[in-house]
């Protein structure tokens, strides 16, 4: 599980440059049963002011601020 394999499937700047992943779409699609990492990772990058986290449906959120 990498920091880039997340950012990049929450966005494709040519397709989606502001597209909102909930936090059960990227567990699903990185595919890891080990979510304390996942949400270590989450937390570093919205620290960097890579990700913003938002609300979607309800729903915990991220968006990419910056690649």
Known sequence: MKK???L???TD???APND???LAEI???IGTSDE???LQLLEEM???RTLREVEKNG???FQVRAK
């Open 4 to 6: 880039i394999d997340i």
């Open 8 to 10: 990049n499937f929450i």
């Open 13 to 15: 700047f040519r397709k």
């Open 20 to 22: 909102i992943k909930t």
């Open 27 to 29: 567990r699903a699609h």
């Open 36 to 38: 304390a990492a996942l």
């Open 46 to 48: 919205k620290q960097l």
């Open 59 to 61: 729903e915990k959120g």
